[in-house]
């Protein structure tokens, strides 16, 4: 019988292949170009896309892809064989390094915000050495960045990869300056939880809203939802339990660290948690699950949903992004050491995300704005929309003391330096954890809780990575100059928590009291994607990413008009679906049923029965019917007043303030009349069905 470790990656290009199949000189050079960012020579790349080719194709391949991450937020394939013809009409197999190193695809087919005119439609796709190649569905797929003619990044990976480069080079030069002259990169690394929901199939192809929109756009609650919290954790149900064995294979084979899976709070709700891997590594593998959970839950019988809120009334999904520091000698930079230069340098790395997370709030909130996740920030399994960041009771004493210069667990002044004084050695787990923080320090790393579930991971880490770089740089322009190191550390240190302690938030995030202490203390509140958006093109924003060279001003306004057109073409869908299922669906349904009682009303009262009920239900159902209708006509005019708005943000405003509120109102009416019908009129599946029908 096959072990995990038996099959595990056995569909990836690894270290591994490459050592079993590269001349020692090939393999140097190429893990120099994935260690260093060395340039790969094209002969060496000949050699390399010769073996990987070979080993394809005694995979099975036929096929290869430059397999990449457009603005649409997920990938991109173009398949073309191995194949080349011979002069006695017939084929060899061949695969060159100009092959593997570049691509062409039609960039004018991807959203570029303004990057490109329609006719201009050259877009080249280059290799990522730094993340395996794999093979899938028969094809062999090359991780690629991607962008237009003209050098622009049109893709999520290409930003990623800057931050990364410019936050190895900010890192190292701190690192330096403590000594670590042996540590040559510093690589974020994370570890992005998954949640997920599973419906029937067949229940769920009987639901338009959910076909078209992923999500629900009408359905009233059942008697039950998640009150007794028995799903969580729970037993996990046979039919589930055989999608996730499968998933895992799947994903063990693809080389995707896939470790923890458990019921999550919501009937069919679930999570995936994998273990920590490098950044860009772990976002091509987080695109790779949501993708084989699509795929694998129809195997089943079942559909995954991603939507950040798919049913009104429980949990949303999330993805919460582990997210931290690590050294190519195999140090976490947020983890507390045992000497005084190891505490000074976690406290300083430390400081610089506090500092990046107070001053670009706006950032990382935009970094997971959608028109999804709206519907699930501030509910109560996810964070607000304020960003704070929880430290728990012992960090916060320990930077309480700092700040005040008090000796750590002394209330009298006494004068303390960092880097001469020990810091009390604590445990990883220093506090209980706060699932209503948004980013939370957890030991030797940070969560960031606010990714909706669809989302990329890529938006966040480029905007973490760059805000962190930002801070890090200046910090390194005190330090290099700094006369007495050890004193301007401790200035440096004790400076940055004064001036950002307001971000500091252990309480209950979800209390509304917490809503009105971040206002006084000038924390920013951006509750709709809009309002988040309008804050990208912000100066103190241009200068952030132009100057760390993760966007430029051109492919950061490309951005923003794409984030905007993108919200209001969901919203605007979303509108067409409910004006489509109330005409089609609902309303004839409650009119059918009204009538069906005013003719028993009538035949009780010519037999001389009492036909109270008929009368209530038929007269409650006549005026919701009415409303119902009026709504929807009020909804297909504003829809279109709105799509008639030129500009990006004033058209995604509009959509949020006066689109997305009608279609609440509409929704609250039909919710209201399916309460009210009887179940053999209703023409689509409830949420009893859809939450409860997996058993």
């Known amino acids: 019988m096959r072990t995990v470790t038996d099959f595990f990656g056995t569909m990836v290009f690894n270290d591994q292949v490459m050592k079993e199949r590269l001349p020692k000189e090939v393999y140097d050079s190429l893990q120099n170009t994935i260690q260093n960012g060395k340039h790969l020579d094209l002969s060496l790349a000949n050699v390399v896309a010769s073996a990987m080719k070979d080993w394809a194709i005694e995979k099975g391949a036929t096929h290869y892809t430059h397999w990449f991450q457009p603005m649409t937020g997920i990938t991109a394939e173009k398949h073309d064989s191995f194949i080349s013809p011979k002069s006695n009409s017939t084929v060899i197999m061949e695969f060159s390094g100009k092959e593997l190193v570049k691509g062409e695809s039609d960039a004018s087919s991807f959203p570029s915000g303004g990057l490109r005119a329609t006719f201009e439609a050259r877009g080249y796709t280059a290799w990522d050495p730094t993340s395996y190649a794999f093979i899938k569905d028969g094809a062999l797929c090359i991780p690629t960045a991607f962008c237009s003619y003209g050098g622009e990044a049109l893709d999520k990976k290409t930003p990623l990869l800057r931050s990364m480069e410019s936050l190895n080079k900010s890192a190292l030069k701190i690192l330096h300056l403590f000594g670590h002259d042996e540590v040559t990169s510093v690589k974020p690394t994370v570890g992005p939880e998954q949640e997920y929901f599973l419906v029937d199939k067949d229940t769920y192809n009987k639901r338009p809203d959910l076909v078209y929109t992923g999500r629900t756009l009408f359905g ?14 729970g037993t996990i149900k046979p039919q589930i339990k055989s999608f996730m064995k499968d998933l895992d294979y799947e994903l063990w084979a693809l080389g995707v660290f896939a470790k923890t899976e458990h019921n999550e709070a919501a009937p069919s709700q679930h999570e995936l948690a994998p273990v920590f891997t490098t950044t860009n590594l772990a976002t091509d593998h987080n695109q790779l699950t949501m993708e084989l959970m699509q795929k694998v839950a129809k195997k089943h019988g079942l559909v995954c949903l991603l939507h950040e809120k798919p049913f009104d009334g429980v949990n949303g999904s999330g993805k919460h992004n582990n997210w931290s520091l690590s050294t190519n000698t195999g140090m976490n930079l947020f983890e507390p050491g045992e000497t005084p230069s190891e505490n000074a340098q976690f406290l300083l790395f430390l400081s610089a995300v506090i500092r990046a997370v107070d001053e670009y709030q706006d950032v990382l909130r935009i970094s997971v704005a959608s028109a999804g996740n709206d519907h699930r920030l501030g509910a109560n399994e996810a964070p607000p929309a304020i960003i704070s960041i929880f430290l728990g009771e012992e960090l916060s004493e320990i930077l309480s003391a700092i700040e005040k210069d008090e000796k750590i667990g002394s209330k009298q002044k006494e004068q303390m330096r960092v880097g001469v004084h020990i810091l009390p050695k604590f445990p990883k787990d220093t506090s209980d954890r706060n699932r209503t923080s948004p980013f939370a320090f957890t030991g030797n790393k940070f969560e960031f809780r606010m990714l909706g ?18 801070v890090l740089n200046e910090f390194y322009d005190i330090l290099s100059d700094a006369k007495d190191f050890n004193l301007a550390l401790h200035n440096l240190i004790r400076d940055t928590i004064k001036n950002h302690k307001r971000i500091f938030f252990n309480g209950n995030g979800y209390d509304d009291a917490w809503v009105k202490e971040a206002e006084s203390r000038g924390l920013s509140n951006l509750k709709s994607t809009p309002e988040a958006l309008k804050h990208l093109l912000d100066e103190k924003n241009i200068k952030l990413y132009t100057e760390n060279k993760v966007f430029s001003e051109k492919e950061l306004r490309s951005r923003y008009e794409i984030l905007l057109e993108n919200y209001s073409k969901i919203i605007n869908i979303e509108a067409l679906t409910m004006i489509d299922m109330a005409k089609k669906l609902i309303i004839p349904a409650i009119s059918k049923y009204t009538r069906e009682l ?17 009368q209530e239900v038929s007269f409650k159902l006549s005026l919701l019917l009415s409303e119902a209708y009026s709504t929807t006509l009020d909804l297909e005019k504003k829809r279109n007043e709105v799509n008639q708005i030129k500009g990006a943000y004033e058209k995604a405003s509009a959509c949020e303030s006066i689109v997305l509120a009608t279609m609440n109102k509409l929704r609250k009416t039909c919710d209201e009349a399916e309460k009210l019908t009887a179940r053999e009129y209703w023409p689509m599946p409830d949420y009893g069905e859809l939450l409860f029908g997996i058993r």
Not at 607 to 613: A, E, G, L
């Open 220 to 233: 009233s609650m059942p008697p039950k939802g998640q009150e007794l919290d028995d799903h969580y954790f």
């Open 598 to 614: 005013a003719e028993t009303c009538k035949l009780k009262r010519e037999m001389r029965i009492s036909s109270s009920y008929e």
């Open 453 to 470: 579930s669809s989302a990329s991971i890529a938006d966040t880490n480029t905007a973490l990575n760059t805000a962190v770089t930002q």
